[in-house]
């Protein structure tokens, strides 16, 4: 299944600007109903978070790859400045249900933030904790994305500006893949 492409392809095209996974493992079962998934931990070169990882869960698929995903794409953000940009994207053409944060590390410099896209800083969640532990599930819609599209996290407080701590998101979002012959 992974010499079509369908789920390596997604891992390689759909993590814009990561050049890298480290320790990556793979796991795809058959056609006919079987359920498949697809994992990866590694550092971001980017910007040097500390996990990336993604699981997609087949719900059905063709005699020909073409299959119905549900995916969810975690990565852990190291805030600095007014505004850090993630290295995972929501996928050109996946349905986006929710992006999910947790701040794992006191944030500091601001009193709250905001999980969006650019354009739409809270589209995710506004006024977030900066608290270790503090969660948010910023569920939408659904909407359909129609390109690659970084989660933007945006300082929000007297300096406007991130002085750190981290934040942890996830993406859940339904991604259509074509037949792949």
């Not at 320790?23 to 006919?32: H, N, S, T």
């Not at 590694?42 to 910007?47: A, E, F, L, V």
């Not at 929501?90 to 601001?110: H, L, N, Q």
Request: glycine share 16%; net charge negative; aromatic share 6%.
């Amino acid at each position: 299944m992974l010499a079509r492409g369908g789920l390596l392809r997604r891992v390689q095209v759909g993590v814009h600007g990561l050049k890298a996974l480290a320790g990556c493992r793979f796991i795809l079962m058959g056609l006919g109903g079987h359920l498949s998934a697809v994992a990866g931990l590694g550092i971001d070169p980017g910007t040097g978070g500390l996990a990336i990882q993604q699981e997609a869960t087949v719900l059905s698929e063709t005699v020909h790859g073409a299959q119905s995903q549900f995916v969810t794409v975690e990565e852990e953000l190291s805030l600095a400045g007014a505004s850090v940009d993630s290295t995972v994207v929501i996928p050109d053409r996946a349905i986006v249900f929710c992006v999910s944060s947790r701040t794992v590390e006191d944030v500091t410099g601001v009193w709250q933030y905001h999980v969006g896209i650019a354009g739409e800083a809270e589209k995710f969640g506004g006024y977030l904790g900066i608290v270790e532990g503090s969660i948010n599930a910023g569920v939408i819609g659904p909407q359909a994305f129609y390109a690659d599209t970084p989660i933007v996290i945006t300082a929000h407080g007297d300096s406007g500006a991130f002085t750190g701590g981290k934040v942890r998101i996830a993406l859940h979002y339904f991604l259509p893949v074509v037949p792949q012959s």
